[in-house]
């Protein structure tokens, strides 16, 4: 049964979002005209304010486009319209890639809503993400209170409560030579299926941060679960069959009124359970949640530098750095090393540095975006400009894609003493792993390459 179809009508945003809008398909950075219908009559466009920062409205003549940014994802334009944004190159495993960046937080649409499919891949950022949804819902449920149900409770002594069963009462009193009564009453109780089942996803949650390096948990994060837990502290545990598909169908089924937010508590709580997580370009799944866009390069040149960093990560293995910043483990640096009176000095910061000790052997700029042949001018002038403040042998400029018969690193031509690299990765690969390990190979094999070029330092910025 699909996940939507169990939900009531009229409940929660999950029902809520059974309208479909009516979707655009686009790529990162295209232009695409806009719908007569969403001009209205006073000329004004019929869009969501929330999400006019995430592309620009041009007009060609008469006809409104909109040129779109670097995000991918899913863009409601207004409640009838969506864009549905696409990576300008193939990416077989977003999660996946996103899994393996750290420190990276996605734009989350907070007002806005869409279906999802599911994934195995659990990427930390999207973990917290839907940690702090069930959290927020949690707010709710403690303003409102728990759900509860009445059951039917049985008592045999002297104090009798509910209605007295007179014969059982009778045949007691005779056996026992004391007066006896059995009676028994309704009463109200949290302690049920539904509740068991939100402190299971609360618990799954925390054990799932507990596992990780501390240094990708947020301290916030961790205190908000363990409150939680201590408010279900008097829920039991939730048996296996309390926490079924059939069982969530029939908690779904039989919600009090005013307790529609236990449907989406509920959902969220399923997935935790079941280990999955959210996929976040597949827009025709069963899991409703707020929308969410990803920057695509920024996950790109994170996600190759973490690559290089495990792979070098032994004693004696070069260093990588990350331009953008300073300090330990930065490779920013001032742009002039001698500056004119009254000037202002800019930085140098490319996206990768690997050095050992202080020289600089390789510096690598991350282009996401296709090329299959010469770079494009501009990049090169970047990455010439990087080699000559950093006095660097090679640069190199990593897209996320290889043509056939392209090697991980490929020797493109020399500019003064500086030899220039393309290099590769094809994100779209079947076997990311194994392709992920010829570049880092190809990497390695041309650091140990002997230049003839000298090698010097750059002073980092602190």
């Known amino acids: 049964m699909r996940r939507l179809q169990r939900v009531p009508a009229g409940v929660s945003f999950a029902s809520g979002h059974r309208a479909d809008h009516r979707v655009l398909q686009a790529t990162e950075h295209a232009m695409l005209p806009l719908p007569p219908e969403l001009v209205l009559p006073n000329g004004r466009l019929d869009l969501h304010d929330d999400v006019l920062k995430y592309f620009q409205v041009l007009f060609k003549g008469t006809v409104p486009h909109v040129l779109l940014g670097r995000y991918v994802g899913y863009i409601p334009l207004n409640d009838a319209w969506a864009i549905n944004v696409t990576p300008r190159v193939p990416v077989g495993n977003m999660e996946r890639l996103m899994g393996m960046v750290t420190g990276y937080r996605p734009v989350v ?65 005779q056996r026992g030579a004391r007066p006896v009564a059995v009676s028994s009453s309704f009463e109200r109780t949290t302690d049920f299926g539904p509740n068991r089942m939100l402190r299971l996803g609360v618990e799954n949650l925390l054990r799932r941060f507990l596992s990780l390096p501390p240094e990708l948990v947020s301290p916030k994060r961790l205190h908000e679960l363990r409150r939680t837990l201590r408010g279900l502290e008097h829920i039991a545990p939730a048996r296996p069959s309390e926490a079924s598909p059939e069982a969530v169908a029939r908690y779904l089924a039989s919600l009090p009124q005013y307790h529609e937010h236990y449907v989406d508590a509920l959902l969220l709580a ?119 403040r950093y006095r660097c042998p090679r640069v190199m400029l990593l897209y996320p894609i290889r043509p056939d018969g392209v090697e991980p690193a490929r020797f493109v031509g020399t500019v003064g003493d500086t030899e220039v690299y393309t290099g590769h990765i094809d994100l779209a690969s079947v076997d990311i792993e194994e392709e992920e390990k010829l570049f880092c190979g190809a990497i390695q094999a041309l650091f140990e390459k002997p230049t003839s070029f000298k090698a010097g330092s750059a002073l980092l910025q602190p």
């Open 109 to 173: 649409l907070a007002r806005h809503l869409r279906t999802f499919s599911t994934t195995t891949e659990m990427p930390v950022s999207l973990v917290d993400l839907m940690a702090e949804q069930l959290l927020a819902i949690f707010q709710r449920i403690w303003r409102d209170g728990l759900v509860a149900q009445y059951e039917r409770r049985e008592r045999i002594g002297s104090s009798p409560a509910g209605s007295v069963r007179a014969l059982d009462s009778a045949l007691l009193t």
């Open 270 to 388: 399923e997935l935790i359970i079941r280990g999955q997580g959210l996929a976040i370009r597949d827009p025709d799944g069963e899991t409703v949640f707020r929308t969410i866009l990803v920057d695509m390069e920024r996950i790109f040149e994170d996600y190759a530098r973490r690559l290089l960093s495990g792979h070098f990560g032994r004693a004696g293995a070069p260093r990588v750095l990350d331009g953008n910043l300073g300090g330990p483990g930065g490779a920013k640096v001032p742009a002039y090393e001698t500056l004119a009176a009254g000037a202002k000095n800019t930085d140098m910061t490319p996206d990768i540095v690997l050095q050992d000790g202080a020289a600089t052997h390789l510096v690598i700029d991350a282009k996401y975006k296709r090329n299959e042949g010469v770079p494009d001018r501009p990049d090169l002038n970047q990455v010439l400009g990087y080699s000559v």
